[in-house]
């Protein structure tokens, strides 16, 4: 077979249009593709919503891939074994309560099991910065690529619009940081020094809408909340993540909740 280079180069410009054009308004936008982002993204996509996960670097994964100091090994807690199960990442008892997994397997089978589940990443994206509209709720969010904010570039960004926000943007908060800028809308406290077991069991209480139709999930959570850090132990956020999309819920309940308002 003859290789056409404008052909290959036509069938990534038009199936890139078609999925980024049919997810202009989604259910969903979950920005940041670490372990909370993909969790939520996952779970979410799995209920039936409409769901994109927004992650600013080449590489979905976000800390998880490193492991502790760049062993590529991760800590999972008892309570969140059953989402190691859920998503086939396989571990092993270290100590009673404490359980090993790779971080590469454990990236690669979150990422695969949002992408089975049905949601779609733009990769190379940033947001920077939120539509609120009259009825005072995060209705979008405004894109740009990544390397425009790495170059300083004047370059008119694009929106999307959603329902949900979901900011798994870890120790950044952006999402979160946006909203404190504008007028001070929410107020980021920032992440207190490491502690493990408080920010482990803190971080899905603080799991939680913060804003009308903003979710803040994983390390954002924390750092809203003024929460500790916790390292390389990961059931909290795979916890997170699954709250996260709780808190969403499903199609089914929003026409419910809507037959029960009339």
């Not at 089975?116 to 990443?121: M, V």
């Not at 694009?158 to 926000?165: D, F, G, K, M, S």
């Not at 001070?184 to 502690?195: C, F, Y």
Request: hydrophobic residues 45%; proline residues 2%; glycine residues 12%.
């Amino acid at each position: 077979m003859k290789l056409d280079e404008v052909t290959i180069t036509r069938a990534i410009l038009t199936g890139q249009m078609e999925v980024m054009l049919d997810h202009l308004e989604l259910d969903v936008a979950v920005v940041g593709g670490g372990p909370s982002g993909l969790t939520c993204a996952a779970l979410a996509a799995g209920n039936g919503h409409r769901v994109v996960v927004i992650e600013k670097k080449l590489s979905i994964g976000g800390g998880m891939w490193g492991g502790g100091m760049m062993f590529p090994r991760i800590v999972v807690q008892d309570e969140a074994v059953r989402i190691l199960d859920r998503f086939g990442i396989r571990h092993r008892e270290h100590a009673k309560g404490y359980h090993v997994a790779s971080s590469v397997e454990a990236v690669a089978k979150l990422t695969a099991g949002a992408a089975d589940a049905g949601a779609e990443f733009f990769n190379l994206t940033t947001v920077e910065d939120v539509m609120i509209r009259g009825d005072g709720r995060v209705s979008g969010l405004v894109i740009n690529w990544t390397a425009v904010e790495m170059g300083r570039l004047h370059v008119d960004p694009l929106t999307i619009a959603c329902r949900w926000a979901v900011d798994a943007t870890g120790h950044d908060a952006v999402v979160a940081k946006l909203l404190e800028r504008k007028g001070g809308l929410l107020q980021v406290k920032g992440e207190k020094s490491m502690w493990a077991d408080r920010a482990e069991h803190g971080v899905v209480s603080h799991t939680r809408e913060v804003f009308p139709g903003l979710i803040v999930a994983g390390m954002a959570a924390n750092a809203v909340a003024g929460e500790h850090r916790m390292g390389p132990i990961f059931g909290g956020m795979l916890l997170s993540g699954e709250r996260a999309a709780q808190l969403i819920g499903s199609p089914e309940r929003k026409r419910e909740r809507k037959r029960k308002r009339k």
